[in-house]
T-cell receptor, first 114, second 109 residues
Framework: ETGVTQSPTHLIKTRGQQVTLRCSSQ?????VSWYQQALGQGPQFIFQ???????GRGNFPPRFSGLQFPNYSSELNVNALELDDSALYLC?????????????FGPGTRLTVT | TQLLEQSPQFLSIQEGENLTVYCNSS?????LQWYRQEPGEGPVLLVT?????EVKKLKRLTFQFGDARKDSSLHITAAQPGDTGLYLC?????????FGKGTRLSVIA
């Protein structure tokens, strides 16, 4: 059984640029959630995808967008990067939508915006 | 806005000592989860507690959910260096997980 994988591991971008982060869900999982974890903070929910549709969104601006593909993998896109976007971005997959099922987290992508 | 406060923020203890960390909220949660996160990795779920007053044990770790389902505690007996990490609590229900800021535990051999 393959766990949740994320790429890239680390990324450095300049303010104003755009970035795409990728996530492969655990085998058998059809739901993917994305979280932002700033330094010294707990993860904050960005959004969840199920059946290629957004299924809930946290308090993040529209420049944070996502996609889910037929194989359940997912992308997180962030446009017009700001310095405060520097964080660890975590992807979590689960068996079903919502938050009652256990979420399995990937190792994260460390994004630095300069 | 639902908030979870974790205390202490940092804890450094000697191997063999006991410790308790706390997770408190003014909101009621349907369930509460505890995670451990190590550097360079994502959080790993340790336990989910769903019933007020519930106590769950995982080897040397004891988790308790408050009667009113607003708070929780994690007690570690005879801590070992392998227990070192960031312990996060997260409240859940039908809404997205709300995480606390975590307690960073360091167990020194």
């Amino acid at each position: 059984e393959t766990g949740v994988t994320q790429s890239p591991t680390h990324l450095i971008k300049t303010r104003g640029q755009q970035v795409t982060l990728r996530c492969s869900s655990q085998s058998g999982h059809n739901t993917v959630s994305w979280y932002q974890q700033a330094l010294g903070q707990g993860p904050q929910f960005i959004f969840q995808y199920y059946r290629e549709e957004e299924n809930g969104r946290g308090n993040f601006p529209p420049r944070f967008s996502g996609l889910q593909f037929p194989n359940y993998s997912s992308e997180l896109n962030v446009n017009a990067l700001e310095l405060d976007d520097s964080a660890l971005y975590l992807c979590a997959s689960s068996l079903s939508p919502g938050f009652s099922y256990e979420q399995y987290f990937g190792p994260g992508t460390r994004l630095t915006v300069t | 806005t639902q908030l979870l406060e974790q205390s202490p923020q940092f804890l450094s203890i000697q191997e063999g000592e006991n410790l308790t960390v706390y997770c408190n909220s003014s909101s009621v949660f349907s369930s509460l989860q505890w995670y451990r996160q190590e550097p360079g990795e994502g959080p790993v779920l340790l336990v989910t507690v769903v019933t007020g007053g519930e106590v769950k044990k995982l080897k040397r770790l004891t988790f308790q959910f408050g009667d009113a389902r607003k708070d929780s505690s994690l007690h570690i007996t005879a801590a070992q260096p392998g227990d070192t990490g960031l312990y996060l609590c997260a409240g859940s229900g039908n809404t997205p997980l709300v995480f606390g800021k975590g307690t960073r535990l360091s167990v020194i051999a």
